[in-house]
């Protein structure tokens, strides 16, 4: 299991000293919404990608149209992972999966708001993106759980699965049980007192 942690509604020097707490025990280091709308890609994703060369960074982008440029600018400015949101178009979605096939990298199709049909169609023409069970931050974690559980169930044939939304230490068992790949931690380890801490915590649980 991979083990991502977001960084949103910060400045870009205190993503970069979380980034700098969290090395070592974060896979992918999420660099937030917030902070690509507050800064640009360059002052956020280019800027902390020159810091930490060898971190893989994801650009929670939630393209949900124009595919193609914003995936193609956003792996220009050094990510390592875009989203688009599954709720898009299809044309849009391809666009974004012929941009990572030319740059030979992974993105990530984040469920929300997704329909049981639509993830049928989903699954079938792009098997090889990360899927995203995604609870709404608004929803402050209530009913994580049967949201990973009645998603996973319907996720046959996906290789990379992965959750964000209120996750914690309490959580990982459930993950673990239904074959999640990647988990998306948050507060959960960046509003903590001790981040290296909580982090190492994460890690070592995820069996790292």
Do not use: W
């Amino acid at each position: 299991m991979r083990l991502q942690v977001a960084i949103d509604r910060v400045s870009v020097e205190r993503a970069d000293e979380i980034i700098g707490l969290t090395e070592g025990h974060a896979d992918i280091i999420e660099v937030g919404t917030s902070l690509i709308k507050d800064f640009g890609l360059s002052g956020s994703i280019r800027t902390l990608k020159d810091r930490y060369p060898g971190q893989c960074i994801l650009a929670d982008m939630k393209t949900c149209d124009e595919g193609e440029y914003e995936f193609r600018e956003a792996y220009k400015a050094g990510c390592d992972i875009p989203t688009v949101m599954g709720f898009s178009s299809i044309p849009t979605l391809k666009a974004c999966q012929r941009v990572a096939d030319e740059y030979q990298k992974e993105y990530m199709i984040d469920l929300l708001e997704v329909t049981e049909e639509k993830l049928e169609e989903l699954k079938k023409e792009f098997p090889e993106a990360i899927f995203c069970v995604h609870l709404p931050s608004d929803n402050q974690g209530k009913g994580l759980k049967e949201l990973v559980v009645q998603t996973c169930k319907q996720m046959t044939g996906i290789k990379k699965i992965a959750v964000a939304g209120g996750v914690t230490l309490d959580t990982l068992d459930i993950m673990k049980q239904a074959g999640v790949e990647i988990v998306i931690v948050g507060g959960a380890i960046t509003k903590k007192e001790d981040i290296a801490k909580a982090a190492r915590e994460f890690s070592e649980e995820l069996g790292r």
